[in-house]
């Protein structure tokens, strides 16, 4: 069955780095676009980044522009966000999102708290 499994939150202090790992099982993982959303308490969840299946074209949400970069590895069937200089604002449940056509497929989330 389709899988998405995220990694690599935890409690980190400002201006500190984390990488999250999504792994991916179940479903063609390079034909389908990528995504990282996050959801702060009390609030909607939002997008943070998105890479596409044909050509890794990336897009940020303005927030995260020049802090997080999202990647991919096809062969490992895994999404990947780095995050440098993060911020209390950047606190939250991560989750991973796999897009293609009428099919959209979510992760449990990863929680990410940054303070110090």
Do not use: H
């Not at 409690?11 to 959801?39: D, E, I, K």
């Not at 596409?52 to 895994?78: E, L």
Request: proline share 3%; glycine share 12%.
């Amino acid at each position: 069955q389709v899988q998405l499994v995220e990694s690599g939150g935890g409690l980190v202090q400002p201006g500190g780095s984390l990488r999250l790992s999504c792994a991916a099982s179940g479903f063609t993982f390079s034909s389908y676009a990528m995504s990282w959303y996050r959801q702060a308490p009390g609030k909607e969840r939002e997008l943070v980044a998105t890479i596409t299946s044909a050509d890794g074209s990336t897009s940020y949400a303005d927030s995260v522009k020049g802090r997080f970069t999202i990647s991919r590895d096809n062969a490992k069937n895994t999404v990947y966000l780095q995050m440098n200089n993060l911020k209390p604002e950047d606190t939250g449940v991560y989750y991973c999102n796999a897009v293609r056509g009428g099919f959209d497929y979510w992760g449990q989330g990863t929680q990410v708290t940054v303070s110090s």
